[in-house]
């Protein structure tokens, strides 16, 4: 049961992280290396930025 907790709050925090990002500007995301479609990899840790 512990486990569905975990779980439950590491997709908040993984939905906290995008809906943040979203909240940028391109300016902003360009400013990070980040483009707009990539916010969900780079919130995964599945893309590093250079």
């Known amino acids: 049961m512990k486990s569905v907790f975990k779980n439950l709050q ?12 979203s909240n940028l500007s391109d300016r902003e995301l360009a400013d990070l290396g980040i483009f707009r479609a990539d ?12």
Do not use: F, T
Request: hydrophobic share 35%; proline share 4%.
């Open 39 to 50: 916010i969900p990899s780079v919130v995964a840790g599945n893309r590093h930025l250079d």
């Open 10 to 21: 590491q997709r908040r925090a993984h939905n906290r992280a995008c809906r943040e990002l």
